[in-house]
């Protein structure tokens, strides 16, 4: 795969989850990626490394407890090689009445058409506060 083709297919990991087609976004991911979440292992419910299993899992679990959509946005992406770095942005609305505003920056590792690892570093104080602070 090119670097464009790589850089094309990180981008579609966030225009796929904007259209809330999760499916769509795990069909990007190979069946033994290595997801990283920002955070020390134990400071909040997802922060650590994860499965695809276990990302599907987490997406849904966003998913049912929001309004909508997690509308998401891509700010700008920088591509090398096997790697695609992206700057992005969300906002939805928890059931709660909460609002995830949130900026993501993502290391992408890309082999044969799929992503292979992920490095999502994001505002985990903002994580906290939204999802786990009751």
């Keep these: 795969m090119s670097i464009e083709d790589n850089r094309r297919i990180a981008i579609a ?3 796929r989850y904007d259209a809330g087609d999760i499916p769509g976004v795990l069909a990007l991911m190979a069946e033994d990626i290595t997801y990283w979440l920002a955070g020390k292992p134990g400071s909040n419910a997802t922060s650590g490394e994860r499965t695809k299993a276990e ?3 987490i997406f849904r679990r966003m998913e049912s407890a ?3 959509r997690l509308r998401m946005a891509v700010k700008g992406t920088v591509a090398e090689g096997d790697k695609v770095a992206v700057e992005a942005t969300s906002r939805g609305e928890l059931r709660n009445g909460r609002v995830y505003a ?3 920056h993502v290391l992408f590792t890309l082999r044969d058409g799929k992503i292979v ?3 999502e570093y994001m505002d985990t104080a903002h994580v906290n506060a939204i ?3 009751r």
């Design 117 to 119: 690892g992920a490095r």
């Design 66 to 68: 929001m309004t909508g």
């Design 55 to 57: 990302m599907a899992d």
């Design 13 to 15: 990991f966030f225009e």
């Design 102 to 104: 949130q900026e993501y």
């Design 131 to 133: 999802w786990y602070t």
